[in-house]
């Protein structure tokens, strides 16, 4: 099973996936690809890859849905074949459960995927290249396996949510500081359990 996680629109990639998932089905006709999210108006799918996606008995269109993350734990791969990203949230979702990554050599995802370790790169818009990274993981499941886990680990190492909370308290500070903001030092007592407090501000 391989997964797709995102907008269904040309600049995340769908005609190249689905090129590669039909490429690959001719060798592994139980190849079933999972397809978490939905048709958008901007930048639409031309309408054959859109029919592929709903005429296909082995695409499983999930739609739109409020908890991906059961679905991760259903895939084997996670695909991120996108022309263009910020920080990739898929992608280290995907590392939480375990599943490694083939993704694109673009902005943001070279951040998330490190090639050889959690995922495979492959170049933008190369359809038969995302194919051989995803025949890679298939064939051989012990490196799958090993990616996988090298991705939950590093989510579990970088990714915290007190690392992340902590990060965003200190670029408030910073930020306040830059406008002669004077941010007073909370107490031993009081600790940082939630995004939304923030540094208290001092003004004289």
Request: glycine share 8%; aromatic share 6%; proline share 6%.
């Amino acid at each position: 099973m391989i997964g797709f996680v995102g907008r269904f629109t040309r600049d995340k990639g769908l005609c190249e996936l689905i090129e590669a998932y039909l490429q690959l089905r001719h060798e592994r006709p139980r190849l079933h690809l999972l397809l978490v999210g939905d048709f958008e108006e901007g930048d639409p799918l031309p309408s054959n890859v859109r029919k592929i996606i709903q005429c296909d008995s082995q695409i499983v269109h999930a739609g739109m849905v409020r908890d991906t993350a059961p679905y991760y734990h259903v895939m084997d791969i996670l695909a991120l074949p996108t022309y263009r990203e910020g920080f990739p949230n898929a992608a280290s979702e995907a590392h939480a459960a375990g599943k490694p990554v083939v993704g694109t050599r673009a902005t943001g995802v070279v951040d998330a995927v490190i090639d050889g370790v959690n995922g495979v790169l492959v170049p933008v818009g190369d359809s038969e290249a995302l194919a051989k990274g995803f025949d890679l993981l298939l064939k051989d499941k012990e490196l799958a396996a090993a990616m996988g886990s090298a991705g939950r680990e590093r989510v579990r190492r970088e990714f915290r949510q007190e690392r992340i909370w902590e990060a965003l308290a200190q670029e408030y500070i910073r930020l306040l500081e830059a406008r002669g903001l004077r941010v007073a030092q909370p107490s031993p007592s009081k600790t940082l359990s939630a995004p939304t407090e923030g540094p208290e501000v001092v003004r004289s």
